[in-house]
């Protein structure tokens, strides 16, 4: 026998009901905006793949315009080819990871000219490594140079020919350093030039057994001047009064004292050790 329930129960009961429904309800709608709402994290992906499109640096092949490769050379020469390929990889991932940085000339100054003095210094190792036991190379300075590809495309594999390399023109190489530095490209009369005292006019007789050590350290120094000299145009405004100094001329100073060092201890292992010389390690900046 059913028995009425009381009024107080009947409105418990539809109250309870309704509420059962509204959340019902509730949670349906939300399903549904949920599903039909693009995921954020897709959208910050999708972005980054289009903004991540700022082209490809190209450079020209190095390998392809060297002689006969000496085999006490072969060994250092492939390093160094391998170490060209590593440079212009960590450009081209510099380059996509600062896209939009800076200002128009970003570009140039933060990843080309750094990754230019980086290769002038890499070709320089490769063609003294060939000049040891044979024609020391000449002209592979105009292969250091990179651009910008905007297309996004390149036919450069880092040791492969690069659309539009320019080929090696003969030059003067540098066989000792200069007191008076290393020539500056266009425009470097409006920024000065970095000079240095000059090493090799200060040291004692060579022993034949050295000479070989002391020369190739004399090649790095005038290395180091080239690369401070294009470091010098590549950041024209960057920093405050004190960037040269901090950026340029100390860093220099700190290469060439340990370089002079290895000059003074090559000469040691055989004769009497030159002292004095890393007052020659400081450099300036003439205007």
């Known amino acids: 026998m059913s028995r009425a329930l009381p009024k107080y ?7 309870i009901g309704g509420a059962a429904a509204v959340a019902l309800s509730g949670a349906v709608i939300a399903g549904s905006a949920l599903a039909g709402t693009p995921d954020k994290s897709s959208d910050t992906s999708n972005a980054r793949t289009l903004a991540a499109s700022p082209g490809t640096i190209t450079c020209p092949d190095v390998a392809s315009q060297l002689p006969a490769i000496p085999a006490t050379a072969k060994a250092e020469v492939d390093r160094n080819l391998t170490l060209l390929q590593t440079q212009i990889q960590e450009a081209n991932k510099r380059l996509v990871d600062t896209v939009g940085q800076g200002g128009p000339n970003f570009v140039n100054n933060a990843i080309l ?21 044979a024609a020391k190379p000449t002209g592979l300075d105009s292969l250091a140079p990179c651009a910008l590809n905007a297309g996004g495309t390149s036919t ?31 425009g470097s009369s409006a920024v000065g030039t970095i000079t240095c005292p000059d090493v090799a006019s200060q040291l004692p007789a060579i022993p034949a057994t050295a000479q070989a050590e002391v020369d190739r350290n004399l090649t790095l120094l005038q290395t180091q001047i080239t690369e401070a000299n294009n470091r010098l145009q590549s950041t024209v405004g960057q920093g405050g009064p004190n960037f040269v ?43």
């Open 245 to 287: 100094q901090n950026a340029i001329l100390g860093p220099l100073a700190d290469k060439r004292k340990s370089t002079i060092d290895r000059i003074a201890i090559a000469i040691g292992r055989t004769s009497t050790k030159p002292t004095g010389l890393d007052s020659l390690a400081a450099c300036t900046l003439t205007k």
């Open 113 to 133: 000219g750094p990754l230019k003095d980086k290769r002038v210094a890499t070709i320089n190792r490769i063609a003294t490594a060939i000049g040891r036991t």
């Open 9 to 15: 129960n009947k409105r418990r009961v539809a109250f």
């Open 156 to 186: 450069n594999t880092g040791s492969g020919t690069a659309t539009g390399a320019a080929s090696a023109t003969p030059s003067t190489a540098a066989t000792q350093q200069q007191s008076t530095g290393s020539t500056g490209t266009a």
